[in-house]
């Protein structure tokens, strides 16, 4: 019998699983083996067949579930035509900054036929993602869930949903066996096509087809009237006396989403922004026992392109956890997801036994597009009886319905930040160069050329002077000031993700941020500010500049050395270049481990 060197080295790590070392308890580590093969197929998740990426023959990608403490060896088996990577969206990677899955930032792309083996410790509780950091196939489909299940003796905030004994046990429970619900918007174009046609066109591809529940949907196609009866009065005249198209966006001839530049549309393919052909193969159903009680719906926005409002029928939610930290809970009716961010709610199943709509809304400017699920109480009848707290464009049906709003969010426990800070940066959001062309520190776009540069974690210095760069000490706290500027036009919100560890948004503004730095802003509008208890999470979604531009500010705890990228998550705005590169406590800069260096591909060298 022939036995593999990787056969040998799996045995090896189940014996040590099944037999701990001796002695100190504290040397006993749990190890969770997670491969995962990509292989590009054919597949049709709205009923419209193109190619795309399939996880271990699956899409979305298998959860990866876990304990606090644990340690994940994460096994990319790149069964692609082409190279990849993979990040763990929302995970700190304390310690361990060369398997953040960041061509050109942490580590050199995988290519085609090959492997490579992420290792990281959960030293967070909460949900997370996983999915494609190369060359914007995130459009492709390679995402996948992550929960790790809080360590025993975690404080909770459940308690201010309910005193009840019952209540508390079942809240409990339904935290730890989760319903991963995964919101994702849809094209039939693939991400190379896309890029293609947005540099030959000099278009910013902002429409979609479809959008996605734990990967099924449907292509709707309900008018032209009725789909440019839903953009309200105060936006009416952005559309220059034009309608949306037929699939729900802003036409491609709308200079204020593609700009003045010269363009030339006849490198468009005329499926892209119009022609819409319904579908209908079948929504997800998301599945509840009413004799649970409770059950926890922990949603993951992966879009690319759209910002998403989700509701479910007769059922309000309670808050508890966003980017996978507790909060003070809060009941709503609906939450509107920026790209990236994790939302999880407990729903009481007190309902009459029978079937009830999940709703999803696409709800910016750019496109009108809706999706729905199937909420089944396990065993009813497939009766269903529409009650919406939310319509096709993610607008509240009536008055009382009570929306989330992030600002509000509140961490549980407590998490103040530092009064004061060490460093101030100042980055100016802006569109420039070209209709595709985005920047997140004034005229320098991120270029996507830079996936193939030495990891800067490898080299630090690889993009100095090019103004792409923020560089801190370890042990300070740093004030990244966003500033979002109208000069190149309007904006939509950004979702900017910072990797590494969370930021707290201490402050956001309308108009030019005047001010030298935040401590100076303060004494004119301290109104303006909390420095409390603020939202503390990994993704920062700036406010909407159509008529003026605006500011916010994240502060963070510089605490892991490293290279991280900072970005806007909508990814044509990532793959157009908006993004800078973090190099965090370049004092106490690590020593990047062999089996991650040069020639590396995470599997220790003997």
Same mark, same amino acid.
């Given at each position: 019998?022939?036995?593999?060197?990787? !056969?040998?080295?799996?045995?090896?790590?189940?014996?040590?699983?099944?037999? /701990? @070392?001796?002695?100190?308890?504290?040397?006993?580590?749990?190890?969770?083996?997670?491969?995962?093969?990509?292989?590009?197929?054919?597949?049709?998740?709205?009923?419209?067949?193109?190619?795309?990426?399939?996880?271990?023959?699956?899409?979305? %990608?298998?959860?990866?579930?876990?304990?606090?403490?644990?340690?994940?060896?994460?096994?990319?088996?790149?069964?692609?035509?082409?190279?990849?990577?993979? &990040? =763990?969206?929302?995970?700190?990677?304390?310690?361990?900054?060369?398997?953040?899955?960041?061509?050109?930032?942490?580590?050199?792309?995988?290519?085609?036929?090959?492997?490579?083996? $992420?290792?990281?410790?959960?030293?967070?509780?909460?949900?997370?993602?996983?999915?494609?950091?190369?060359?914007?196939?995130?459009?492709?489909?390679?995402?996948?869930?992550?929960?790790?299940?809080?360590?025993?003796?975690?404080?909770?905030? =459940?308690?201010?949903?309910?005193?009840?004994?019952?209540?508390?046990?079942?809240? @409990?429970?339904?935290?730890?066996?989760?319903?991963?619900?995964?919101?994702?918007?849809?094209?039939?174009?693939?991400?190379?096509?896309?890029?293609?046609?947005?540099?030959?066109?000099?278009?910013?591809?902002?429409?979609?087809?479809?959008?996605?529940?734990?990967?099924?949907?449907?292509?709707?196609?309900?008018?032209?009237?009725? +789909?440019?009866?839903?953009?309200?009065?105060?936006?009416?005249?952005?559309?220059?006396?034009?309608?949306?198209?037929?699939?729900?966006?802003?036409?491609?001839?709308?200079?204020?989403?593609?700009?003045?530049?010269? &363009?030339?549309?006849?490198?468009?393919?005329?499926?892209?922004?119009?022609?819409?052909?319904?579908?209908?193969?079948?929504?997800?159903?998301?599945?509840?026992?009413?004799?649970?009680?409770?059950?926890?719906?922990?949603?993951?926005?992966?879009?690319?392109?759209?910002?998403?409002?989700? !509701?479910?029928?007769?059922?309000?939610?309670?808050?508890?956890?966003?980017?996978?930290? $507790?909060?003070?809970?809060?009941?709503?009716?609906?939450?509107?997801?920026?790209?990236?961010?994790?939302?999880?709610?407990?729903?009481?199943?007190?309902?009459? *036994?029978?079937?009830?709509?999940?709703?999803?809304?696409?709800?910016?400017?750019?496109?009108?597009?809706?999706?729905?699920?199937?909420?089944?109480?396990?065993?009813?009848?497939?009766?269903?009886? /529409?009650?919406?707290?939310?319509?096709?464009?993610?607008?509240?049906?009536?008055?009382?319905?009570? =929306?989330?709003?992030?600002?509000?969010?509140? /961490?549980?426990?407590?998490?103040?930040?530092?009064?004061?800070?060490?460093?101030?940066?100042?980055?100016?959001?802006?569109?420039?160069? *070209?209709?595709?062309?985005?920047?997140?520190?004034?005229?320098?776009?991120?270029?996507?050329? +830079?996936?193939?540069?030495?990891?800067?974690?490898?080299?630090?210095?690889?993009?100095?002077?090019?103004?792409?760069?923020?560089?801190?000490?370890?042990?300070?706290?740093?004030? +990244?000031?966003?500033?979002?500027?109208?000069?190149?036009?309007?904006?939509?919100?950004?979702?900017?993700?910072?990797?590494?560890?969370? %930021?707290?948004?201490?402050?956001?503004?309308?108009?030019? =941020?005047? $001010?030298?730095?935040?401590?100076?802003?303060?004494?004119?509008?301290?109104?303006?500010?909390?420095?409390?208890?603020?939202?503390?999470?990994?993704?920062?979604?700036?406010?909407?500049?159509?008529?003026?531009?605006?500011?916010?500010?994240?502060?963070?705890?510089?605490?892991?050395?490293?290279?991280?990228?900072?970005?806007?998550?909508?990814?044509?705005?990532?793959?157009?270049?908006?993004?800078?590169?973090?190099?965090?406590?370049?004092?106490?800069?690590?020593?990047?481990?062999?089996? $991650?260096?040069?020639?590396?591909?995470?599997?220790?060298?003997?």
């Amino acid at each position: 019998m022939r036995v593999s060197i990787l !056969s040998l080295s799996l045995l090896a790590s189940s014996l040590a699983l099944a037999f /701990p @070392a001796l002695g100190n308890s504290s040397d006993c580590q749990e190890i969770v083996l997670f491969p995962l093969t990509l292989t590009w197929e054919k597949g049709a998740p709205d009923g419209f067949e193109r190619d795309m990426i399939l996880m271990n023959g699956q899409f979305p %990608g298998p959860t990866l579930e876990m304990k606090e403490g644990a340690t994940v060896e994460f096994t990319v088996i790149n069964k692609l035509p082409f190279e990849t990577t993979i &990040h =763990f969206h929302g995970i700190e990677q304390l310690n361990t900054p060369w398997s953040d899955g960041v061509p050109g930032v942490s580590q050199r792309p995988i290519p085609s036929g090959s492997t490579f083996v $992420y290792k990281w410790k959960a030293t967070q509780y909460g949900t997370y993602w996983y999915h494609a950091h190369f060359s914007g196939q995130l459009e492709d489909g390679l995402f996948g869930p992550i929960h790790i299940t809080p360590a025993k003796g975690t404080a909770t905030p =459940f308690d201010s949903i309910s005193n009840t004994e019952q209540d508390l046990r079942q809240l @409990a429970l339904a935290a730890v066996n989760p319903q991963m619900v995964m919101l994702s918007d849809w094209s039939h174009f693939t991400s190379e096509e896309l890029h293609d046609i947005s540099r030959a066109a000099n278009i910013d591809p902002l429409c979609g087809d479809s959008l996605l529940i734990n990967g099924k949907g449907s292509v709707n196609c309900p008018g032209v009237p009725f +789909l440019t009866s839903l953009v309200p009065p105060p936006q009416r005249p952005s559309l220059m006396g034009a309608n949306l198209t037929d699939k729900g966006c802003l036409p491609l001839t709308n200079i204020i989403a593609q700009t003045s530049l010269p &363009h030339d549309f006849s490198a468009v393919p005329s499926t892209l922004f119009e022609g819409c052909n319904a579908t209908n193969p079948g929504n997800a159903t998301i599945n509840a026992d009413p004799n649970n009680g409770w059950v926890s719906l922990n949603f993951i926005s992966t879009a690319a392109l759209q910002e998403m409002v989700v !509701s479910i029928d007769d059922h309000p939610m309670w808050l508890y956890e966003i980017d996978g930290r $507790y909060v003070v809970p809060q009941l709503v009716d609906a939450m509107t997801f920026s790209h990236g961010s994790r939302h999880s709610v407990f729903v009481k199943l007190d309902k009459p *036994a029978r079937n009830y709509i999940l709703r999803l809304a696409g709800h910016g400017f750019n496109q009108k597009v809706y999706s729905q699920a199937i909420f089944k109480y396990t065993g009813s009848p497939d009766t269903v009886i /529409p009650n919406p707290s939310i319509g096709y464009s993610g607008v509240n049906t009536t008055a009382n319905v009570r =929306f989330l709003d992030d600002k509000t969010v509140v /961490p549980f426990p407590p998490a103040p930040p530092a009064q004061t800070v060490d460093q101030t940066y100042k980055l100016l959001l802006n569109r420039t160069g *070209a209709a595709w062309q985005w920047t997140l520190n004034n005229n320098t776009p991120y270029n996507l050329s +830079l996936e193939e540069q030495t990891p800067l974690l490898w080299d630090p210095t690889e993009l100095a002077g090019t103004g792409l760069t923020i560089t801190t000490k370890n042990n300070t706290w740093v004030d +990244l000031i966003f500033m979002v500027t109208i000069s190149g036009g309007p904006q939509p919100s950004h979702p900017i993700h910072k990797h590494s560890n969370k %930021g707290h948004i201490i402050g956001y503004g309308q108009g030019e =941020f005047n $001010y030298a730095d935040v401590a100076e802003a303060m004494q004119s509008i301290p109104q303006n500010f909390n420095l409390n208890n603020p939202p503390f999470r990994d993704g920062f979604y700036t406010l909407p500049a159509s008529k003026s531009s605006n500011w916010m500010v994240v502060r963070y705890h510089v605490m892991n050395p490293g290279a991280f990228l900072l970005h806007c998550h909508i990814n044509p705005h990532l793959t157009g270049g908006m993004a800078v590169a973090i190099l965090d406590g370049i004092d106490v800069w690590p020593t990047v481990p062999a089996q $991650y260096g040069p020639g590396g591909n995470g599997v220790p060298k003997c």
